[in-house]
């Protein structure tokens, strides 16, 4: 069984109900993870949005789709960042020097936890992920159909 593992971009794709991310977790089912980077991710973006909001309407509607967020939460096994994530991603940053810039943090964690866990990780953002050594990477929505 392979694990493939959600980047932020990816989950987010999937909350907007993206049709071949929908298919792909509905056909692979319990092999589809997450990672509580991710988590934290996505989280912090609702705290930012909802508390930059002033109407009531917007409000509602934010907290709705906060909802459906921690919902899938509880459908989909969360991955820690645990100390062998933590070993990985420090050894990561020392072998490769360049991938030690701030904005790359988060990515660098999520890459750690799929290392760890063996598993592919399902992004947009081939730029950085692609420099990752050893790391396995997939683009769910550019898949055909």
Not at 119 to 124: E, G, S, Y
């Amino acid at each position: 069984m392979s694990l493939w593992l959600l980047d932020t971009d990816h989950v987010s794709l999937l909350l907007e109900r993206h049709p071949q991310i929908s298919r792909q977790v509905t056909n692979l089912g319990a092999e589809v993870v997450i990672s509580i980077v991710t988590v934290q991710e996505l989280f912090n973006g609702w705290v930012v949005r909802i508390n930059g909001t002033q109407k009531v309407e917007d409000v509602v509607r934010l907290y709705g789709k906060l909802n459906r967020t921690v919902a899938l939460f509880g459908r989909v096994r969360v991955l820690d960042f645990d100390e062998k994530a933590g070993e990985t991603f420090q050894r990561l940053l020392k072998e490769n020097p360049t991938l030690s810039k701030q904005r790359l943090q988060k990515d660098m964690r999520i890459a750690a936890i799929g290392l760890v866990n063996d598993a592919v990780v399902v992004t947009r953002n081939h730029r950085d992920f692609s420099q990752i050594p050893g790391l396995k990477i997939a683009d769910w929505s550019r898949l055909d159909g």
